[in-house]
């Protein structure tokens, strides 16, 4: 079993920079690949980013690509995601999501384990 919480979510301007944390626990965490995703109420859920605990570029969608960074500190357990020059169209619950899975993976169905979402929203 693999826990996760993400933290870091708020309201922000257009432009703006907000960091969020997705905190992992659980005997076998670290045979699990992190993941990011977003999603708007009635979408499914669409990946933001992907990172590996052994190391490894992370993934990241192109919509997101230079702006959002993906970190991780393997000894507290937790992976970041920086999300900078934010759009309102960046608004969305993100959740982190942990898989047996290569950070290559987009598909949602594919990760095993979520946090309870965190919400960001952009005002223009």
């Known amino acids: 079993q693999v826990q996760l919480v993400e933290s870091g979510g708020g309201l922000v301007q257009a432009g703006g920079s907000l960091r969020l944390s997705c905190a992992a626990s659980?005997?076998?965490?670290?045979?699990?690949?992190i993941g990011w995703f977003r999603q708007t109420p009635g979408n499914g859920r669409q990946f933001v980013a992907a990172?590996?605990?052994?190391?490894?570029?992370?993934n990241y969608a192109n919509a997101v690509k230079g702006r959002f960074t993906i970190s991780r500190d393997n000894a507290k357990n937790t992976v970041y995601l920086e999300m900078n020059s934010l759009k309102p169209e960046d608004t969305d619950v993100y959740y982190c999501?942990?898989?047996?899975?290569?950070?290559?993976?987009?598909?949602?169905?594919?990760?095993?384990?979520w946090g309870q979402g965190t919400q960001v929203t952009v005002s223009s």
């Open positions: 990172i590996s605990w052994s190391g490894g570029s992370p």
């Open positions: 999501a942990a898989g047996r899975v290569t950070v290559t993976t987009t598909s949602w169905n594919l990760y095993d384990y």
């Open positions: 659980g005997r076998t965490v670290s045979n699990y690949n």
